[in-house]
């Protein structure tokens, strides 16, 4: 599974993932100032004192982390936590995890985590309930079909001649109807499983995803499948921003920010990214 993770997102999402946005998007009250670390600033202000709660998918999936395993460090969100979880001053044992639901995690009302990776796209809708950290990975969207689909090839107006699907509440969902606008409705699924399981029954042209998911897709679980192109991160839906989900005006935002910061000055999350989401494969920007 290593080696699958480690080709099945592509170097090219890291160039687009440069000019799809920038950290502005974090849903912080104030810049966190002075030379304080991310551990002085977290001190005291963990769910559990001395303890570091982080939530994931139920289950979790690849190449965000492996083996539906977090605690492994294996992954490319798994490691992004424990990387900050050591700039918080948090030892791995002394890291705790829990499951949530997607949607379950974006209601109000307090949480039962310090904050939550589970490729969260930072939108102005979800921070009147929620708050972000800055943006620890940007991606594009990308459409994928099977063998002789007719989106082979297919430019952007092609595209909107074609049955598409994608998981409700999602980026990709909202590029599909607000970039795409098809001549017919996208089919909506409760989870991405449910889009596979649409396009591998040919009831739909092609399905979208964000880059990373798509290329796993087509690696890994869908045989004959294949990433047929990426869409441009400077379009209307612009690039997909993950951010670390919180409790609303959860104080920890800041603590958070100034590890993330630490870790992109150092070039460790750049490490991180190039580890669990590269790839030499090349895909067409669909125009």
């Given at each position: 599974m290593r080696k699958i993770a480690l080709t099945v997102a592509i170097a090219s999402t890291l160039a687009l993932a440069a000019c799809g946005g920038d950290d502005s998007a974090s849903d912080t009250s104030?810049?966190?100032g002075g030379n304080q670390t991310a551990a002085e600033c977290a001190a005291g202000k963990t769910l559990t004192e001395g303890t570091l709660t982080i939530a994931t998918g139920n289950p979790a999936y690849s190449p965000w982390v492996l083996n539906d395993d977090p605690a492994s460090k294996e992954g490319f969100?798994?490691?992004?936590?424990?990387?900050?979880?050591?700039?918080?001053?948090?030892?791995d044992s002394a890291v705790t995890w829990v499951r949530t639901d997607f949607d379950a995690a974006i209601q109000p009302g307090k949480k039962d985590f310090d904050f939550n990776l589970q490729?969260?796209?930072?939108?102005?809708?979800?921070?009147?309930?929620?708050?972000?950290?800055?943006?620890?990975?940007?991606?594009?969207?990308?459409?994928?079909?099977?063998?002789?689909?007719?989106?082979?090839?297919?430019?952007?107006?092609d595209l909107k001649k074609l049955k598409l699907g994608a998981q409700v509440g999602t980026t990709s969902l909202a590029y599909i109807t607000d970039v795409i606008q098809p001549d017919s409705e996208p089919l909506v699924?409760?989870?991405?499983?449910?889009?596979?399981a649409a396009l591998e029954a040919k009831q739909i042209d092609a399905a979208v995803f964000d880059l990373p998911t798509a290329l796993y897709v087509s690696s890994v679980e869908i045989e004959g499948s294949s990433v047929l192109g990426q869409f441009p991160a400077s379009d209307a839906a612009d690039a997909d921003q993950f951010g670390m989900l919180f409790d609303l005006d959860n104080p920890?935002?800041?603590?958070?920010?100034?590890?993330?910061?630490?870790?992109?000055?150092?070039?460790s999350l750049d490490e991180i990214t190039a580890k669990w989401l590269s790839t030499e494969a090349d895909i067409p920007v669909i125009k």
């Open positions: 104030a810049a966190p969100e798994a490691a992004v936590a424990y990387a900050v979880a050591t700039e918080l001053g948090f030892e490729q969260y796209s930072i939108t102005d809708e979800r921070k009147q309930t929620v708050s972000f950290s800055d943006s620890y990975y940007t991606t594009n969207q990308a459409i994928v079909g099977l063998d002789g689909s007719a989106a082979i090839g297919a430019s952007l107006a699924y409760d989870d991405n499983a449910g889009a596979k920890l935002v800041d603590c958070v920010n100034i590890a993330l910061s630490t870790l992109k000055d150092s070039g």
